[in-house]
């Protein structure tokens, strides 16, 4: 699993839940490093925020889904940031979004939901 997060607390916590939970973790500071990151380990989920430095999530989103070998990999947005740009982030290919403040319950089912929905068809899911 990869979080990309450039808010130190929000990425630690993140961390530090799901590994809590039993998964595999790597982390990454904005787009640019996420992409990198993803492009090289395929992780099996990727859950990443939208407002970074150098890539936002959106243009990560993007690029992530124009490669062949990454285009099955969930992908859940988090944000704070309204509809708009959780819509925007839907049409770059993402598979859900959590709304920030995060809930973590609510995140954990979310990531819960999308590794056991791998296989079926992309529809927008709010968590």
């Known amino acids: 699993m990869l979080v990309v997060d450039d808010h130190h607390d929000t990425s630690f916590t993140l961390c ?16 640019v490093c996420g992409y990198r990151t993803a492009e090289s ?57 959590v709304e920030k403040p995060l809930n973590l319950e609510k995140l954990l089912a979310a990531v819960k939901g999308a590794l056991g929905e791998q296989a079926a068809s992309r529809n927008a899911k709010a968590f």
Request: net charge negative; proline share 4%.
């Open 16 to 31: 530090k839940l799901l590994k809590t939970e039993g998964y595999d973790v790597d982390h990454a500071i904005d787009g």
């Open 41 to 97: 380990g395929r992780p099996d989920l990727i859950l990443t925020d939208i407002h970074m430095p150098r890539m936002n999530g959106i243009d990560m989103i993007k690029r992530i889904r124009s490669q062949n070998d990454l285009k099955g990999v969930p992908i859940i947005v988090m944000s704070a940031y309204g509809k708009r740009l959780i819509d925007d982030a839907m049409s770059a290919g993402a598979d859900g979004y």
